[in-house]
C-alpha cells in the first residue's frame, strides 16, 4: 500500500480544508483527530473517494507516512502543542518532521524547534493566513524552524499556496526557530490596523457625512478598483450591502463590541521588547479593548452628551480624502510593521527576506492587496531600506496624500469622531521626519530627578553628561540610559 505523503492532526475547519487542498494538489493525506469520530465522519463525508487516510491513533498515523515522516499540527496553540509533541517523538525517527500550522507565539516556536531538534527530528512553525477560504482554496504560508526540513516540505506547501502574478507562490522560508511564526504574528497585527484604519473611515461616512450602508458599499467598491484594492475592501463592500431577512442592512444590527484572539497584543508587546514604535497597531489593538467596553461607553455617553456632528462642504471631495488619508496610515502601518520585523531579524539573527515576505502576503492572506507590490519592489530594490517611507515610490506617494490625512483627522478631532489609527499614524509621520524632538527636555528631567545623565549635541555621540540641577545633588550620576 501506497504511503501518505503527510498526516495531518486537527480536523477543525482549518484542518480540513488544508487536508482537501493537497489531496488536491496530488498528495496522499493521513489524518488524525483526538475526538475519532471526526475522523470517521470525514473519511466517510467529505473525503469520501478521495486520496485521505483516515488514523485512529497516533501510531497508525506515523506508521502510514513516507519516509521522512512529516506530521503536521492544526490544533489550539500552546499547550495542545506541546502535549502532542510529546506523543509523537517516541513513535518518530530521527530527521521526521512535526509542523505547527497554528497561530503560535514565535517564542514557543524557537523552543519547541531548539527541543525538537535535541531529540533528532526536525520542527517547522508555520504562520498559515486566509482562514478557511484561503486553506482550502490556496492560503499564504510562513514557515520557519529547522532549515534542513525546507526541502521536504517545499514542495506540498508551494503546491498548496496561493499564486500570484507569473505562478509565483505566496510561500517561500523565512528563517530560523521562530522566524515563520514572528512573521505571521506582524502579519495579524498589521490585519488589526488595517480593518481598524477601515472602520475609522467607515465611521467618519456613517456618523459625520451621514451616509448609508448602501452609499458606503458604492464607495467601498469604487475604491476597490484602484490603489486600495485589496481583500479586506472587498469583503467590507460585500458587507455593507448585505440585508437581514427585513431587507435592513445587517451591519447595523451588530453589536459594536470586537473580539481578539491575541495576536495583535503580541505584536504590540515584541515592538516594546525592540524599542520600536507600532503605535497604529497598537492603538488598533486597544481600540477592541474600548469597543469591548460596551456598557461603560453607553453611560458615559450619557455623562458627556454631544450633538450629532454636522459636516459643511463639499461632501464628494471629503469622501476623497478619507480614501487619501486611509491609504497614507495603510503605508504608515506596513512601515512599522517591517521596521519591527528587521529590528527583530537582527535580535534574532535571522535573515528575513523582506522583499520575499511581501510576496508571500500578496495573495492568499487576510492583508493581501495590490499594494503589497509596491512594498515588494521597494526592498528587491534596496533590501537594506530601512523604512518604507524613504523609499521613492512610496515618499511621492505620501506627500501627495499628507494634506488631505491632515485635513480628515483635524475634521474627525474637531467633530468629536475617534480616528485613533488615523492620528497615530499622522503623530507617528510627523516625529519620524522631524529632525528635533523634545527628547532633550525629557532626559533633562530625567537627569535632574534620577541623574540619569544625557548626550550634547556639541560633543560626540556616546560621551554622557550629569548636570547638578539644584546644587544639592553632588556630581554622582546613574549608570549610562539605555534606548
Not at 475522523?39 to 497516533?58: C, M, P, Q
Not at 516556536?109 to 478557511?132: D, I, N, P, Q, W
Not at 475609522?200 to 459625520?208: G, N, P, S, T
Not at 508571500?360 to 495590490?370: D, E, F, L, N
Request: aromatic fraction near 10%.
Amino acid at each position: 500500500m501506497k504511503k501518505s505523503d503527510i498526516g495531518l492532526i486537527g480536523l477543525a475547519v482549518m484542518g480540513e480544508n488544508l487536508v482537501m487542498n493537497m489531496e488536491r494538489n496530488g498528495f496522499t493525506v493521513s489524518v488524525y483527530n483526538r475526538t475519532t469520530s471526526k475522523v470517521t465522519n470525514f473519511v466517510e463525508g467529505r473525503a469520501k473517494g478521495k486520496n485521505i487516510v483516515g488514523t485512529y491513533s497516533l501510531q497508525e498515523l506515523v506508521d502510514s507516512l513516507a519516509k521522512p515522516r512529516k506530521v503536521m499540527l492544526m490544533v489550539k496553540a500552546g499547550k495542545p502543542v506541546d502535549d502532542f509533541i510529546e506523543l509523537l517523538l517516541p513513535l518518530l525517527e530521527e530527521g521526521d518532521i512535526i509542523i505547527d500550522g497554528g497561530n503560535s507565539h514565535f517564542p514557543d516556536t524557537a523552543r519547541r524547534t531548539a527541543y525538537v531538534e535535541s531529540k533528532g527530528m526536525l520542527f517547522v512553525g508555520t504562520g498559515v493566513s486566509g482562514g478557511e477560504e484561503g486553506a482550502l482554496n490556496g492560503p499564504s504560508m510562513m514557515p520557519g524552524g529547522s532549515p534542513k526540513a525546507w526541502e521536504s516540505v517545499k514542495p506540498i506547501f508551494q503546491s498548496i499556496c496561493a499564486k500570484v502574478e507569473g505562478g509565483a507562490a505566496c510561500c517561500d522560508w523565512v528563517g530560523e526557530n521562530g522566524a515563520g511564526h514572528f512573521v505571521k504574528m506582524v502579519h495579524n497585527g498589521i490585519e488589526y490596523g488595517d480593518m481598524q484604519l477601515i472602520c475609522e473611515a467607515y465611521q467618519i461616512m456613517r456618523d459625520l457625512l451621514g451616509m448609508s450602508a448602501d452609499e458606503m458599499h458604492e464607495v467601498f467598491a469604487e475604491w476597490n478598483k484602484g490603489e486600495l484594492d485589496s481583500y479586506l475592501i472587498e469583503i467590507t463592500k460585500d458587507i455593507l450591502a448585505y440585508k437581514d431577512e427585513d431587507g435592513a442592512p445587517i451591519v447595523d444590527k451588530i453589536l459594536d463590541t470586537a473580539g481578539q484572539k491575541g495576536t495583535g497584543k503580541w505584536t504590540g508587546i515584541a515592538s516594546m521588547d525592540e524599542g520600536v514604535p507600532l503605535t497604529l497597531i497598537g492603538e488598533a489593538v486597544y481600540a477592541r479593548c474600548l469597543s469591548a467596553m460596551k456598557e461603560e461607553r453607553v453611560h458615559a455617553s450619557k455623562v458627556y452628551p454631544r450633538q450629532k456632528p454636522q459636516f459643511e462642504g463639499d461632501k464628494k471631495a471629503f469622501i476623497e480624502d478619507i480614501r487619501k488619508a486611509l491609504y497614507a496610515a495603510k503605508i504608515v502601518s506596513y512601515a512599522q510593521g517591517y521596521t519591527l520585523m528587521r529590528s527583530a531579524a537582527k535580535t534574532y539573527g535571522w535573515n528575513l527576506n523582506y522583499g520575499g515576505i511581501a510576496l508571500m502576503w500578496r495573495g492568499g492572506c487576510i492583508i493581501r492587496s495590490k499594494f503589497l507590490g509596491k512594498i515588494k519592489e521597494a526592498y528587491d530594490n534596496n533590501p537594506q531600506l530601512t523604512n518604507l517611507l524613504l523609499d521613492p515610490f512610496f515618499k511621492g506617494t505620501v506627500e501627495g496624500l499628507v494634506e488631505s490625512w491632515r485635513k480628515v483627522v483635524a475634521t474627525a478631532v474637531l467633530k468629536g469622531v475617534p480616528t485613533p489609527c488615523m492620528a497615530a499614524a499622522l503623530n507617528y509621520f510627523d516625529g519620524y521626519t522631524t529632525e528635533k524632538l523634545p527628547a532633550n527636555l525629557l532626559q533633562a528631567q530625567r537627569d535632574y530627578f534620577g541623574a540619569h545623565t544625557y548626550e550634547r549635541l556639541d560633543d560626540e555621540r556616546g560621551k554622557f553628561f550629569h548636570t547638578n540641577w539644584t546644587g544639592r545633588g553632588g556630581n554622582t550620576s546613574a549608570s549610562e540610559y539605555k534606548v
